[in-house]
């Protein structure tokens, strides 16, 4: 099997969709989410979706499959949230490293059972506390986190999906750059302790409104070069927009970043109910134009998207080169 790198050289790759949007077709309730196991869990556990690996493991595996059969070439493991400050939620720190390895382990059987030639990446979400603002607004000083606690969080995830079976590691949704240096730096410091050489890294912001900025404030040029120092596979921006709206920071981004560049947009932007409207053929033809217009080489969905829209996506452009990493020129100084 070649690697993604060759992969990426001829053609563009296609990412899955939302995993939150499929779960919330199978309406799953209370039971459902404990399983046996959690049966007698002292709080509640639905919308625990990462908790799914463990008690709904089919459920996942069929998601997964499902996309893959849509076009998918890159899937996501069901770990947005599986690390221990996001599932201190349900008092389940304990359980972050036992998810990260079931969630690896369902997206490989999903790429085996179908048969495609296809890369797992290991998602790593945001956390629900930043490391750059305050949740109290009468101490701007006061932060929730501290960052080697953040890093301690993600390096027990990285272990998690590396001993999985994951291609590469995906950092996304990212509002608070100061996390993702967290994440970074996690990933690093656990390929060094083991000493095995370190897996690709995929890194995708998000810009949160229309002031082209990300939640902590930092342009879409600075985002990138905040980064950059984790020589990344590829940079790039999911989520909080629709296409629509993400379309003037894609161009700006695939003029400036010297590494691959991905766009998963959301299924436009959300309605009076908080549902998606866009039509999976209207997503497919939006990133058709990016393609064509040499912007991107990683496309696929976020929330609202569903496997028809990454056929779609798929479809509009197979047949269309993907953008070039610029050349850069090497200055040295005499």
């Not at 369902?106 to 998602?123: C, F, L, S």
């Not at 999911?238 to 590494?259: D, F, T, V, Y």
């Not at 998606?276 to 609202?304: F, K, Q, S």
């Amino acid at each position: 099997m070649q690697t993604i790198q060759q992969a990426l050289e001829k053609r563009i790759l296609v990412i899955d969709g939302a995993m939150g949007t499929m779960i919330q077709r199978h309406k799953l309730e209370e039971a459902d989410y404990r399983g046996e196991r959690f049966k007698d869990w002292p709080s509640d556990l639905k919308g625990n979706n990462d908790l799914l690996c463990l008690t709904q493991p089919s459920i996942i595996k069929g998601i997964h499959k499902q996309y893959l059969e849509a076009g998918a070439d890159i899937i996501e493991t069901n770990t947005f949230n599986a690390q221990r400050v996001s599932m201190a939620d349900y008092g389940m720190e304990a359980l972050a490293y036992e998810i990260n390895v079931a969630a690896a382990k369902i997206a490989k059987e999903a790429v085996q059972e179908t048969g495609k030639e296809a890369w797992v990446a290991g998602a790593i979400g945001p956390m629900n506390k930043t490391l750059s603002l305050s949740p109290d607004v009468n101490n701007p000083g006061y932060r929730a986190l501290s960052f080697d606690e953040a890093m301690e969080a993600y390096y027990e995830q990285v272990k998690g999906l590396y001993e999985g079976g994951v291609d590469l590691i995906l950092i996304e949704t990212i509002f608070d750059t100061l996390n993702a240096k967290a994440a970074i730096y996690a990933i690093k410091k656990f390929f060094a302790d083991i000493q095995k050489p370190q897996l690709p890294i995929s890194i995708s912001g998000t810009i949160t409104d229309a002031s082209g900025r990300t939640l902590s404030g930092q342009t879409l040029e600075a985002f990138y070069i905040s980064v950059q120092h984790a020589n990344p596979l590829s940079v790039g921006l999911n989520c909080a927009l629709g296409a629509h709206e993400m379309r003037p920071h894609i161009e700006e981004l695939s003029q400036i970043a010297s590494c691959y560049v991905s766009a998963y947009p959301n299924a436009g932007l959300p309605n009076a109910m908080g549902e998606y409207d866009e039509r999976p053929e209207d997503t497919g033809h939006y990133l058709e134009e990016w393609a064509a217009n040499g912007w991107v080489n990683i496309v696929g969905g976020c929330c609202g998207t569903t496997p028809d829209h990454i056929k779609h996506i798929a479809e509009h452009v197979k047949n269309i080169q993907p953008r070039k990493k610029p050349e850069l020129e090497l200055i040295i100084n005499n």
